[in-house]
């Protein structure tokens, strides 16, 4: 997978594919993988914004037959500019954000993406909590139209991750909108950790500054200098606790009993032809995965209210220390016995912790999260933490508990801080302890 990052929306510069290496080096270093069948998925940022660099690039990829082109995208251009070039070997996904553009805007763009020559192969629907309501009317329309629509529920993902429960409604919209594998991923997030998968023999991640690693192995080498990493012949141990939730990834496992194919290399093709047989076959109301899905998502709620039930005896001893009671307090986690976040630049990370108020208690109305002045993240969701309660001897500090799945700024290599924001819910306002970041080349 190759990555592009453009410019952030204050119109900053930010580090840049192009930036590091010309066009004719990027099609150079492509044209030497050796293998005579490649899927290259380009993500970004927004790849179609550089109009001059990657038009140059997408026409030395149409030169290279063996190479099919997916791209992710939001479909925030003018595909005029792109006039030309030979699009039978591109296939696109583009995501919409209702919270990002207005739904009319986005209809009309792709129309004119398809109606230029570009496939549309699947419309990567982002349906947050607070946009359920126009999601089917906004589902309607793209299906008459025939465009294969994937509903990508954003609940227990990025900064909504610190929910721990799914209304009947949302559990609906992922039912109708998902195969059952990909349910069974996206709403169980099985533990992966160990099993044998053949993904880092298929995949290699190539950064946007030329840094290469296998799958989602974690050591990286640079391309230009070092080369291509050796691929493994034989499935691997996953190092993840869980799977990232790639549709490609987990259909890579060995021992999936849910995936009676053969393993081969997945494409955005494979996965939209693969829902819509699924569609047209009437399995969408399977009651079996419904209830699954129900049962899970009912004894998330029901664990839940246990937990909180098992403070209550607890609270009633002394404190093991005296709670602030005029300030916002809390602590960012320490994972894996580090109190420090290692990453690359512009890596995704897990944060997490906890947060109350001294006079107020909790929840809090919203947690924001800068590295060097930049806002990476914002909290708006918070569940229990038992162990804070008890800590502190208070049951109104119980929902206190935050987390979160970000993106790192672009920073060069070095020590930085994680600076944690929290605002309760009388506008009481308080700064966390600084979190230690190791930006690692």
Same mark, same amino acid.
């Given at each position: 997978?190759?990555?592009?990052?453009?410019?952030?929306?204050?119109?900053?510069?930010?580090?840049?594919?192009?930036?590091?290496?010309?066009?004719?080096?990027?099609?150079?270093?492509?044209?030497?993988?050796? !293998?005579?069948? $490649?899927?290259?998925?380009?993500?970004?940022?927004?790849?179609?914004?550089?109009?001059?660099?990657?038009?140059?690039?997408?026409?030395?990829?149409?030169?290279?037959? /063996?190479?099919?082109?997916?791209?992710?995208?939001?479909?925030?251009?003018?595909?005029?500019?792109?006039?030309?070039?030979?699009?039978?070997?591109?296939?696109?996904?583009?995501?919409? /954000?209702?919270?990002? *553009?207005?739904?009319?805007?986005?209809?009309?763009?792709?129309?004119?993406?398809?109606?230029?020559?570009?496939?549309?192969?699947?419309?990567?629907?982002?349906?947050?909590?607070?946009?359920?309501?126009?999601?089917? *009317?906004? @589902?309607?329309?793209?299906?008459?139209?025939?465009?294969?629509?994937? *509903?990508?529920?954003?609940?227990?993902?990025?900064?909504?991750?610190?929910?721990?429960?799914?209304?009947?409604?949302?559990?609906?919209?992922?039912?109708?909108?998902?195969?059952?594998?990909?349910?069974?991923?996206?709403?169980?997030?099985?533990?992966?950790?160990?099993? #044998?998968? @053949?993904?880092?023999?298929?995949?290699?991640?190539?950064?946007? =500054?030329?840094?290469?690693?296998?799958?989602?192995?974690?050591?990286?080498?640079?391309?230009?200098?070092?080369?291509?990493?050796?691929?493994?012949?034989?499935?691997?141990?996953?190092?993840?606790?869980?799977?990232?939730?790639?549709?490609?990834?987990?259909?890579?496992?060995? =021992?999936?009993?849910?995936?009676?194919?053969?393993?081969?290399?997945?494409?955005?093709?494979?996965?939209?032809?693969?829902?819509?047989? @699924?569609?047209?076959?009437?399995?969408?109301? =399977? #009651?079996?995965?419904?209830?699954?899905?129900?049962?899970?998502?009912?004894?998330?709620?029901?664990?839940?209210?246990?937990?909180?039930?098992?403070?209550?005896?607890?609270?009633?001893?002394?404190?093991?220390?005296?709670?602030?009671?005029?300030?916002?307090?809390?602590?960012?986690?320490?994972?894996?016995?580090?109190?420090?976040?290692?990453?690359?630049?512009?890596?995704?990370?897990?944060?997490?912790?906890?947060?109350?108020?001294?006079?107020?208690?909790?929840?809090?109305?919203?947690?924001?999260?800068? $590295?060097?002045? !930049?806002?990476?993240?914002?909290?708006? =969701?918070?569940?229990?933490?038992?162990?804070?309660?008890?800590?502190?001897?208070?049951?109104?500090?119980?929902?206190?508990?935050?987390?979160?799945?970000?993106?790192?700024?672009?920073?060069?290599?070095?020590?930085?801080?994680?600076?944690?924001?929290?605002?309760?819910?009388?506008?009481?306002?308080?700064?966390?302890?600084?979190?230690?970041?190791?930006?690692?080349?």
């Amino acid at each position: 997978m190759l990555v592009f990052r453009q410019r952030s929306p204050q119109g900053e510069r930010q580090e840049h594919a192009f930036d590091h290496h010309t066009v004719d080096e990027w099609l150079e270093v492509i044209r030497r993988f050796p !293998q005579q069948n $490649i899927h290259l998925k380009i993500t970004g940022g927004e790849p179609f914004l550089d109009r001059k660099n990657f038009r140059a690039l997408l026409a030395g990829l149409a030169e290279m037959k /063996h190479i099919r082109v997916g791209i992710d995208t939001n479909g925030y251009w003018d595909p005029a500019w792109y006039d030309g070039i030979d699009k039978s070997g591109i296939w696109l996904n583009v995501s919409y /954000h209702p919270s990002q *553009a207005d739904f009319d805007g986005f209809f009309n763009r792709l129309l004119a993406i398809r109606d230029s020559g570009f496939t549309v192969t699947m419309v990567n629907y982002i349906v947050a909590p607070e946009n359920m309501d126009s999601f089917e *009317a906004a @589902f309607s329309r793209l299906d008459r139209e025939g465009f294969v629509v994937n *509903a990508s529920v954003m609940i227990q993902t990025g900064l909504y991750l610190s929910r721990k429960e799914r209304t009947e409604r949302e559990l609906d919209v992922l039912v109708r909108h998902n195969t059952p594998l990909d349910l069974y991923y996206k709403l169980l997030q099985p533990r992966t950790k160990g099993r #044998l998968c @053949f993904y880092p023999a298929m995949t290699v991640n190539i950064r946007y =500054d030329g840094w290469i690693r296998i799958g989602c192995m974690d050591r990286y080498q640079d391309l230009f200098t070092d080369g291509m990493p050796e691929l493994s012949r034989t499935a691997v141990p996953c190092p993840q606790e869980q799977c990232d939730n790639c549709v490609d990834m987990y259909r890579a496992l060995t =021992d999936e009993p849910r995936y009676e194919k053969p393993v081969k290399l997945y494409t955005l093709e494979d996965y939209s032809r693969e829902f819509s047989d @699924f569609r047209c076959a009437g399995r969408v109301d =399977d #009651l079996e995965v419904r209830r699954e899905a129900v049962a899970y998502w009912s004894g998330q709620v029901e664990a839940r209210r246990k937990r909180e039930e098992a403070v209550l005896p607890v609270l009633k001893s002394a404190p093991v220390e005296q709670a602030p009671t005029d300030r916002v307090f809390g602590f960012v986690d320490a994972r894996e016995g580090k109190f420090y976040i290692q990453a690359h630049s512009k890596d995704r990370v897990w944060v997490s912790g906890w947060a109350a108020s001294g006079p107020n208690g909790t929840p809090l109305r919203e947690l924001r999260m800068k $590295i060097e002045g !930049q806002e990476i993240a914002v909290v708006h =969701d918070f569940f229990p933490r038992p162990d804070v309660a008890e800590y502190f001897a208070r049951a109104d500090l119980l929902q206190s508990g935050w987390q979160a799945l970000v993106y790192l700024p672009a920073l060069r290599p070095g020590t930085y801080e994680l600076i944690v924001e929290a605002t309760d819910r009388e506008g009481l306002q308080g700064t966390l302890p600084p979190w230690r970041v190791e930006i690692v080349a």
